[in-house]
T-cell receptor, first 112, second 113 residues
Framework: KAGVTQTPRYLIKTRGQQVTLSCSPI?????VSWYQQTPGQGLQFLFE???????NKGNFPGRFSGRQFSNSRSEMNVSTLELGDSALYLC???????????FGPGTRLTVL | AQSVSQHNHHVILSEAASLELGCNYS??????LFWYVQYPGQHLQLLLK??????LVKGIKGFEAEFIKSKFSFNLRKPSVQWSDTAEYFC???????????FGKGTRLHILP
């Protein structure tokens, strides 16, 4: 099976812009979660989707949003980018919300 | 709030030494437990998982972890480490109800050749 894929792999934006990141889960996986990884904070949970519904949301401002499509692919959007949004954004998929998560390679976002 | 604690942020060992990385969680109910590894330049990979049954779980690359419910712990062990085990290790907990997976902040492991 192909693994979790994320596009783009690298992104450079400026403050105030918005960005959309994409994630394709492993075939058959219906749950997709998003995480932000930074050297200082480690892995922080953003949100989780299952069957197109957001099941859980972490402690991030409303500028961070996401959605899941009927084919389980997911996108996350960050509006009005801030310097502190620079991070590696990881997507993980699992069969359901209680299963082991399999991570993609991440999208490295740099905000200038 | 639920939390996951990995007490060792940095661990340095010589090859062939034994390894134990600590993980404690604060949730009191039934949980699913995971250890993930991130090798330099690579993405996160699942090392092992515990859902139920035998509390001693064996994973890939010779790793194992023991779930001790009374201590809310899920420590990772390896009897003899190799230089290739240099990586960052994350413990994660998924309360067995409608909730999210919580990750620890990670432990950076350096193995000296």
């Amino acid at each position: 099976k192909a693994g979790v894929t994320q596009t783009p792999r690298y992104l450079i934006k400026t403050r105030g812009q918005q960005v959309t990141l994409s994630c394709s889960p492993i075939s058959g996986h219906r749950s997709v979660s998003w995480y932000q990884q930074t050297p200082g904070q480690g892995l922080q949970f953003l949100f989780e989707y299952f069957s197109e519904t957001q099941r859980n949301k972490g402690n991030f401002p409303g500028r961070f949003s996401g959605r899941q499509f009927s084919n389980s692919r997911s996108e996350m959007n960050v509006s009005t980018l801030e310097l502190g949004d620079s991070a590696l954004y990881l997507c993980a998929s699992s069969l359901d919300w209680q299963g082991a998560q399999y991570f993609g390679p991440g999208t490295r976002l740099t905000v200038l | 709030a639920q939390s996951v604690s990995q007490h060792n942020h940095h661990v340095i060992l010589s090859e062939a030494a034994s390894l134990e990385l600590g993980c404690n969680y604060s949730y009191g109910g039934t949980v699913n437990l995971f250890w993930y590894v991130q090798y330099p330049g690579q993405h996160l990979q699942l090392l092992l998982k515990y859902f139920s049954g035998d509390p001693l779980v064996k994973g890939i690359k010779g790793f194992e972890a023991e779930f001790i419910k009374s201590k809310f712990s899920f420590n990772l062990r390896k009897p003899s480490v190799q230089w290739s085990d240099t990586a960052e290790y994350f413990c994660a907990v998924n309360p067995n109800r409608d909730d999210k997976i919580i990750f620890g902040k990670g432990t950076r492991l350096h193995i000296l050749p």
